[in-house]
């Protein structure tokens, strides 16, 4: 039994920010934050909006899209790093809210690479038998964590939710291999110590590039696949330069990468699904398409995934 993604649904950040806006507020420019990192805009929620509110609405939508009930989910896995409350749980704010009364429920803590662990932990649920569907999130309200008096990092984030329905799939469809790293020894690199998070973003710039390359290979190796075999990439939308560099590994035309990055900025946890939802809408993924997600962040960790789309 393998197992796949039936359906997807995100929701943005109803509050549009453009370089512009913070222009009028620090010591930066349009230009200074497009060459640097690709990002344009960004989308905040406002106020009245937490972490829970946008993960129900992203997985509302990915229910309705894989044709999936509520009733019929078997667990609940969020990946996020600004939960409403350190607890309860996020999983558990939805589960209740969704209606998904049989449904357990669990946070992840992966920062950025947290879809991904939440795909791979998912698989291992659906594919020993224990449960037939998985709900997993990736939602960030990094607004409520970023210091907007810091250019270096007030730029980058943006608010965010996506979330995939995973259930069993025919053969040759669904995950084909996972790779999920951590790198301990670099964990201060991106840090929250106190109310605003914090980043080295030289040595988290080398590090990404150099990983995201990497991983993105081994998972394709661990798949038995080439890069010839590779249809579309999403990576991490954090940096243009960082993904450009991970395309370059697998030699793939840029078409064949998905760049959202430019009207989100980095959603951390959020970035991979809402990518995948915004390039399903538009037609650039297939039924049969091999794809390769690749992420990485704060812990420092990563991990990427092979996968055939459809069911």
């Known amino acids: 039994m393998k197992a796949g993604i039936y359906g997807m649904g995100s929701y943005i950040g109803n509050q549009l920010v ?100 939440g795909l791979a932990t998912g698989q291992q649920f659906i594919e020993t038998g224990a449960y037939k569907h998985v709900l997993v999130i990736g939602v960030e309200k990094l607004s409520k964590v970023t210091n907007f008096s810091d250019r270096n990092t007030a730029v980058l984030f943006g608010d965010g939710a996506g979330a995939a329905v995973l259930g069993p799939v025919s053969e040759g469809k669904g995950l084909l291999a996972f790779e999920l790293g951590a790198d301990g020894a670099g964990a201060m690199h991106i840090n929250k110590k106190g109310d605003f998070l914090e980043m080295n973003g030289r040595e988290v710039f080398k590090f990404a590039v150099r990983q995201m390359g990497e991983s993105s290979l081994s998972v394709l190796h661990k798949a038995g696949l080439t890069k010839e075999d590779v249809d579309f990439l999403v990576p991490h939308q954090a940096n243009i330069r960082i993904m450009e560099a991970a395309r370059e590994r697998l030699e793939l035309p840029i078409e064949k990468m998905s760049k959202t990055v430019h009207k989100y900025g980095n959603t951390s946890s959020a970035s991979i699904p809402m990518a995948m939802v915004d390039e399903l809408n538009s037609g650039k993924i297939k039924d049969g398409d091999i794809l390769v997600l690749v992420g990485f962040g704060a812990g420092l960790v990563w991990g990427s995934v092979a996968l055939r789309w459809g069911r």
């Open 18 to 117: 453009t370089n512009a806006d913070f222009e009028k507020k620090l010591d930066t420019s349009d230009e200074w934050i497009k060459t640097r990192t690709g990002i344009e805009e960004r989308r905040f929620a406002t106020d009245d909006i937490d972490t829970s509110d946008m993960a129900f609405e992203s997985a509302q939508k990915a229910l309705e899209h894989a044709g999936v009930s509520a009733e019929e989910i078997d667990l609940i896995l969020v990946a996020t790093v600004t939960p409403d409350m350190a607890f309860p749980t996020v999983s558990s704010l939805i589960q209740e809210r969704l209606g998904a009364k049989k449904a357990a429920a669990m946070d992840i803590s992966a920062a950025c690479a947290g879809f991904i662990y």
